[in-house]
Antibody, heavy 122, light 106 residues
Framework: QVELQESGPGLVKPGETLSLTCTVS?????????WSWVRQTPGKGLEWIGE???????SYNPSLNSRVSISIDKSKNQFSLSLDSVTAADTAVYFC???????????????WGPGTKVIVSS | DIQMTQSPTFLSASVGDRIVISCRAS??????LNWFQHSPGTAPKLLMF???TLHGGIPKRFSGSGSGTDFSLTINDLHREDFATYFC?????????FGQGTTLEI
């Protein structure tokens, strides 16, 4: 059974970098899946942040592109999210997910973590 | 970005009812549509992909239809565990965008 678990600080100061890790069990991050991050805010609902492939190739939401980076650590079977220069608008519950990409259905997030809440505040 | 609009935002129903949730895309997305179920504090659950293909383990009382810009999720014979929030998501174009959610409540 594949499980994902987010971890990281629950409180980040404005202007600093938000860093979260997703630990994968029951599957390898080196397999042919994409690994993604999504966040949920009261104001904007669910927002797709981006995704990374085991080769290191990544796609990001253009609205966050200049601030976001997603990387993969095969040795730890984890992938990580880094979001620079955070503001209160980045306060959200952050989810990691496994994506299957198919020609006929696009990206299918078939396994999710339970989410971790991050508050941006001084 | 492709905008996804769900209706209604809130839906009251009872155990045993049949309900329908609508999802409309601002552009033609063919059948590149996923449906998810989410309860607070838990991992979102994939219900359906490709607009109408049930994900493994999802009961057959859930069904989906539509293509292009108009889609719907139908739940027959509501069970107590179905009371949650439902989201649609388009996957034809990046960024993948979600509907604002429909909360199904008793």
């Amino acid at each position: 059974q594949v499980e994902l678990q987010e971890s990281g600080p629950g409180l980040v100061k404005p202007g600093e970098t938000l860093s979260l890790t997703c630990t994968v069990s029951g599957a390898s991050v080196s397999s042919s899946y994409w690994w993604s991050w999504v966040r949920q805010t009261p104001g904007k609902g669910l927002e797709w942040i981006g995704e990374v492939f085991h080769s290191g190739g990544a796609s990001y939401n253009p609205s966050l592109n200049s601030r976001v980076s997603i990387s993969i650590d095969k040795s730890k079977n984890q992938f990580s999210l880094s979001l620079d220069s955070v503001t209160a608008a980045d306060t959200a519950v952050y989810f990691c997910a496994r994506d299957v990409i198919t020609a006929t259905s696009g990206g299918i997030s078939d396994v999710w973590g339970p989410g971790t809440k991050v508050i941006v505040s001084s | 970005d492709i905008q996804m609009t769900q209706s209604p935002t809130f839906l009251s129903a009872s155990v045993g009812d049949r309900i329908v949730i609508s999802c409309r895309a601002s552009h033609n997305i063919s059948r590149y549509l996923n449906w998810f179920q989410h309860s607070p504090g838990t991992a979102p659950k994939l219900l359906m992909f490709g607009a109408s293909t049930l994900h493994g383990g999802i009961p057959k009382r859930f069904s989906g239809s539509g293509s292009g810009t108009d889609f719907s999720l139908t739940i027959n014979d509501l069970h107590r565990e179905d009371f949650a929030t439902y989201f649609c998501q388009q996957t034809v174009r990046i960024p993948r965008t979600f509907g604002q959610g429909t909360t199904l409540e008793i």
